[in-house]
Structure formats: C-alpha cells, structure tokens
C-alpha cells in the first residue's frame, strides 16, 4: 500500500504501518475500558478505531521513512559545510542557507521535494525553537547545526545566533516552530507529548513516534 492509499491529507502527522496498528489497538482498547470492559462487540471497537487513527494521521511506508532519513542527513551536513569556515552572524543567515540547500536538493535528481521540503522544515524549526529557547540570553549562544553519528564518527558543527534576530522567526508562530509532530526526523533530545506530558527521548537522530502513553502526535521540545 502506497502513502496516499490510506489518507490523502499531506498536512498529518505521519506514522509507520507498526505505529498505526499499535494507535488502533489502544483506541479499541479504550472503547472497552470505557465500557468496563463489559458485553460489547470487539470487532467493532477495532473498526471505529482504526476508522479514527486513519482520520487523523497518514501512513507512510518504510521507503519513505528512509527516503526521509537520508535527505534530512543530507540537508544538515550541507548546511554545517557551508559554515565549516565561516560563522554566522544570526539566525537569518542560517535559515537562508537551510532555504538554498533544501532549494538544490528539491531540483537534484532522486530527492522527492515533498520529502526535501518536510525535512528542510523540521531544521528551520530547530533553529527557531532554539533561538526561542534562548532568547532572553544576553550574550550569543551556541547553535548546533548538524550532527551526525553513523560507524562511530559524529560530525559537530556550531554557528552563533543574534536573539534579537530570530524575532522575525518566531514572532506570531510560536506555536508552530515549537511543535513537532510524529512522523517528524528529529536531532537527539527530549520531547514532551503536547496531551499528557509523558517524554520520549530520542538518542540518535530518528523518526518521533506517536506518544506511547496516549498515542497523541503533538510534542515540544524540552
């Protein structure tokens, strides 16, 4: 089954075929709690569940995951080597690079621009979620730019980011930099369901997963 079989709506949070069947199950699972898992008809619950799941996220197929995975390494070493001499001076500077390189990589052949454009947005927000982090600092702080661990090498790369500056970025968007939705290629970090508070830690550079004490898909940062 391709990733359009299942729901048309490119804006959803994404999940694996694994997530989706394990969101299905406690969703019917909830239905029969709700019930005290009295008489009821189990089929059912499954249905209107799974009929529920599919309404609010997209499936998407383990190429995809990996056509995503790449370009997101892609992306974020390219950027890093535009900076491997030179500092930036603010947030702009680095959302301009982010804008040229996922640019490149949507005309190179074999990068899907969809997959190109939804990775290229999960780093314009780490960049603003950072600098929002940060922005009652005085002094410039650290940004990482890319890093990457694969046969134990980690490339690190850091650029510095005016506070001032990234006021363009996230003024009246808060909320939409600072929220990561499953289905997402995230850096290493913590992460805190948006619904129940329960944090997923990501130790390598992955894909975010629904949530798995509520199996929510909104998250921020912490």
């Not at 980690?154 to 289905?183: F, I």
Request: net charge negative.
């Amino acid at each position: 089954m391709s990733d359009h079989d299942r729901n048309e709506n490119t804006d959803l949070p994404e999940v694996s075929e694994e997530d989706r069947t394990r969101m299905i199950s406690a969703g019917a699972w909830f239905r029969a709690k709700d019930r005290a898992f009295g008489p009821g008809d189990t089929v059912s619950d499954w249905l209107q569940s799974e009929a529920e799941v599919d309404a609010n996220v997209k499936t998407v197929s383990a190429e995809r995951r990996w056509a995503e995975y790449e370009a997101d390494r892609h992306l974020r070493w390219s950027v890093a080597d535009r900076f491997s001499g030179d500092i930036p001076s603010d947030a702009g500077a680095v959302m301009s690079v982010i804008d040229a390189v996922a640019a490149q990589m949507a005309d190179a052949e074999g990068y899907d621009p969809a997959v190109v454009g939804k990775v290229a947005n999960t780093f314009r927000k780490d960049v603003a979620n950072w600098a929002h982090e940060h922005r009652e600092h005085h002094e410039k702080q650290e940004l990482v730019l890319g890093r990457w661990q694969e046969r134990g090498q980690v490339l690190l790369h850091t650029a510095r980011a005016s506070v001032d500056d990234v006021r363009k970025w996230v003024s009246d968007k808060v909320d939409q930099y600072r929220t990561y939705h499953a289905g997402e290629v995230v850096p290493p970090g913590g992460y805190l369901c948006a619904n129940c508070h329960t944090r997923q830690e990501i130790a390598n550079t992955a894909h975010l997963r629904p949530c798995g004490n509520c199996y929510q898909t909104r998250f921020r940062r912490f």
